[in-house]
């Protein structure tokens, strides 16, 4: 396993021997769903495949014990969720408002310790022309050569200032809130 890998770990599981500074690739097996429901059904939007070659870069703060940010955006096209149904989908751009802001943007602000198993990431999530601070759990193990993150948060539409999509007169209202859950596969250079 490389260095900086073994060195995550340790900031992680609260050793005291630290890397000050680090950088890593997000790997194109990464995922992002969106998960929503109607009335009806459930339905999730997700890129299964992350195609761009994103490098986060970090320093550690001695003072907050925790990883800091100092290259820190994904850019995600939203041209390439898929929905699973071609209605949903065209819906999901329209709502998300694509044409205007094709990127959804993540950007990594922070890490720290929660427990042996898990640790807190500070994010900024840019959607549809809105930016929102979030705080997400991690879930971390190592898979191979990669760290991989998994973790979830609930948003609403209304956090984005965008409308719930309904079809059919009202009949069918896609609910407020939805879970974005990560799935990101993480390599130290």
């Not at 260095?3 to 609260?14: E, M, Q």
């Not at 109607?38 to 014990?65: G, H, M, P, R, W």
């Not at 760290?147 to 009949?171: E, I, K, W, Y």
């Amino acid at each position: 396993m490389k260095f900086a890998l073994l060195t995550l770990l340790a900031i992680l599981s609260g050793f005291s021997e630290i890397q000050h500074e680090g950088k890593w690739i997000i790997h194109s097996n990464s995922q992002l769903l969106i998960h929503g429901r109607t009335n009806v059904n459930s339905f999730t939007c997700l890129i299964s495949c992350y195609n761009n070659v994103d490098t986060l870069a970090y320093s550690y703060d001695e003072a907050e014990k925790a990883m800091v940010f100092t290259k820190n955006r994904m850019e995600i096209p939203v041209y390439n969720f898929d929905c699973g149904n071609p209605m949903i989908t065209k819906d999901f751009r329209l709502t998300t408002k694509a044409a205007q802001h094709p990127y959804l943007q993540i950007a990594f602000l922070s890490l720290d310790k929660v427990n042996k198993g898990s640790i807190n990431g500070k994010l900024e999530i840019s959607l549809a022309g809105i930016t929102r601070h979030v705080s997400v759990t991690f879930i971390h193990q190592p898979v191979g050569d990669f760290l991989q993150l998994r973790g979830n948060h609930s948003v609403c539409f209304t956090d984005f200032g965008m409308q719930a999509p309904a079809r059919m007169m009202g009949l069918v209202r896609v609910q407020e809130d939805l879970n974005v859950e990560f799935n990101l596969l993480i390599k130290p250079i």
